[in-house]
């Protein structure tokens, strides 16, 4: 072996060593942040039934550093629920009722399904009486009163033109098919014309894609979030609808971060989550509805969806989220998916949950801003 050969030996010998002691530093730190991290067992797996009353469980206990003085922490209370509080009543066909905040109501996997096998030709329905009507480039917009507000139709476009700086990738049937937009002036018009109950702050249909909503503080992030399911849920086939922690993850991503519209509850459930509370990722990904689940919970299972699909997003530049989303739909694990999507180290759930829970309280993988 001449002096060549082994001055190369030499070398990739030194490299593959101080990668080596660099990769032990690494995990080594991520190791010892770890260890602080409390997470909860999935409050969800139980199948559901009819029961007398609604089960509660109890939330995870979040990681909260002890107060100056040795007062132990209190975890926030919870806001009582107001009559107006997000809820979900199941009716006939895929029809919704969209409520206010703190609550957001779930997609079942029957709603998805339906939205692929309405893509066919159509025509626009009729105004209702004491409505004007106004077709915009994506959009059906129908308002109560005598004409369709500059400002309405307006809105509703940017507010597409800010989704689809995501999700253009995932609905390209936007350029020619459009969305109902049914937007009323009081709860009191919106009730008698959708026949909804008067806790109601919307209803959505995502297979006739027709989002009925009516003036509030709320309905645009209404309108945001409900668009996000239309959009993004019609990307998976009837056979294989979209994960719920990803339909809804992208749902609030989208509400708070193009929707200007951020839940109330999510800061809050953000810091718990940055404390040590939370699920594991592989029962969070496995969570089919959210029957029998208190309303901590639930509130802390979408803070989480959102937070692990932000992270996603915000990963790696280019077309990875869309990669991993695409081999979801093709009926791929998830951790197969991640791995094609995101490459070394994220072959597995564990892997995607250390590197989360470590960007979490650090910003150091994805850059988000803290």
Same mark, same amino acid.
């Given at each position: 072996?001449?002096?060549?050969?082994?001055?190369? $030996?030499?070398?990739?010998?030194?490299?593959?060593?101080?990668?080596?002691?660099?990769?032990?530093?690494?995990?080594?730190?991520?190791?010892?942040?770890?260890?602080?991290?409390?997470?909860?067992?999935?409050?969800?797996?139980?199948?559901?039934?009819?029961?007398?009353?609604?089960? +509660? @469980? !109890?939330?995870?206990?979040?990681?909260?550093?002890?107060? !100056?003085?040795?007062?132990?922490?209190?975890?926030?209370?919870?806001?009582?629920?107001?009559?107006?509080?997000? #809820?979900?009543?199941?009716?006939?066909?895929?029809?919704?009722? $969209?409520?206010? %905040?703190?609550?957001?109501?779930?997609?079942?996997?029957?709603?998805?399904?339906?939205?692929?096998?309405?893509?066919?030709? &159509?025509?626009?329905?009729?105004? !209702?009486?004491?409505?004007?009507?106004?077709?915009?480039?994506?959009?059906? *917009?129908?308002? &109560?009163?005598?004409?369709?507000?500059?400002?309405?139709?307006?809105?509703?476009?940017?507010?597409?033109?800010?989704?689809?700086?995501?999700?253009?990738?995932?609905?390209?049937?936007?350029?020619?098919?459009? *969305?109902?937009?049914? @937007?009323?002036? %009081?709860?009191?018009?919106? +009730? +008698?014309? %959708? #026949?909804?109950?008067?806790?109601?702050?919307?209803?959505?249909?995502?297979?006739?894609?027709?989002?009925? *909503?009516?003036?509030?503080?709320?309905?645009?992030?209404?309108?945001?979030?409900?668009?996000?399911?239309? @959009?993004?849920?019609?990307?998976?086939?009837?056979?294989?609808?979209?994960?719920?922690?990803?339909?809804?993850? =992208?749902?609030?991503? =989208?509400?708070?971060?193009?929707?200007?519209?951020?839940?109330?509850?999510?800061?809050?459930?953000?810091?718990?989550?940055?404390? #040590?509370?939370?699920?594991?990722?592989?029962? /969070? *990904?496995?969570? &089919?509805?959210?029957?029998?689940?208190?309303?901590?919970?639930?509130?802390?299972?979408?803070?989480?969806?959102?937070?692990?699909?932000?992270?996603?997003?915000?990963?790696?530049?280019?077309?990875?989220?869309?990669?991993?989303?695409?081999?979801?739909?093709? #009926?791929?694990?998830?951790?197969?998916? /991640?791995?094609?999507?995101?490459?070394?180290?994220?072959?597995?759930?564990?892997?995607?949950?250390?590197?989360? +829970? @470590?960007?979490?309280?650090?910003?150091?993988?994805?850059?988000?801003?803290?």
């Amino acid at each position: 072996m001449d002096i060549l050969s082994k001055l190369r $030996i030499l070398f990739w010998g030194l490299v593959i060593g101080i990668w080596g002691l660099f990769m032990y530093q690494y995990m080594n730190e991520d190791m010892s942040i770890l260890k602080r991290f409390t997470i909860g067992k999935n409050p969800f797996s139980a199948k559901a039934g009819p029961r007398p009353a609604l089960k +509660r @469980y !109890p939330i995870p206990a979040p990681f909260i550093q002890p107060q !100056p003085g040795g007062a132990a922490p209190q975890r926030p209370a919870s806001p009582a629920q107001p009559e107006s509080s997000l #809820g979900l009543i199941r009716n006939e066909g895929d029809i919704k009722d $969209i409520v206010s %905040t703190p609550l957001i109501p779930e997609h079942s996997a029957d709603e998805k399904t339906v939205i692929a096998k309405a893509m066919g030709e &159509e025509s626009y329905p009729k105004a !209702p009486g004491g409505f004007a009507m106004k077709v915009t480039e994506h959009f059906v *917009v129908y308002e &109560e009163g005598p004409e369709v507000s500059q400002e309405l139709y307006e809105t509703m476009e940017s507010l597409h033109g800010n989704i689809m700086l995501d999700l253009v990738a995932f609905s390209p049937w936007t350029r020619d098919k459009k *969305v109902y937009i049914y @937007y009323l002036q %009081t709860g009191e018009s919106f +009730r +008698r014309l %959708t #026949g909804r109950p008067a806790w109601s702050g919307g209803t959505a249909s995502l297979s006739e894609r027709k989002i009925y *909503v009516y003036k509030s503080d709320e309905a645009f992030g209404i309108l945001a979030h409900e668009l996000t399911h239309i @959009y993004f849920d019609s990307f998976f086939p009837a056979s294989n609808p979209s994960p719920l922690w990803l339909s809804e993850g =992208i749902a609030t991503y =989208i509400q708070s971060e193009r929707g200007f519209s951020t839940p109330n509850w999510l800061a809050q459930n953000l810091k718990l989550l940055e404390g #040590g509370s939370g699920f594991k990722l592989a029962d /969070l *990904v496995r969570i &089919e509805n959210m029957h029998g689940a208190d309303e901590d919970n639930v509130r802390l299972w979408y803070a989480q969806s959102y937070s692990v699909v932000r992270f996603l997003m915000k990963l790696k530049a280019g077309n990875a989220f869309y990669i991993f989303c695409k081999s979801l739909r093709e #009926g791929k694990p998830a951790h197969q998916a /991640l791995f094609q999507a995101y490459g070394v180290p994220y072959n597995k759930l564990i892997s995607l949950e250390y590197a989360w +829970r @470590y960007d979490l309280k650090t910003g150091k993988i994805s850059g988000v801003n803290r």
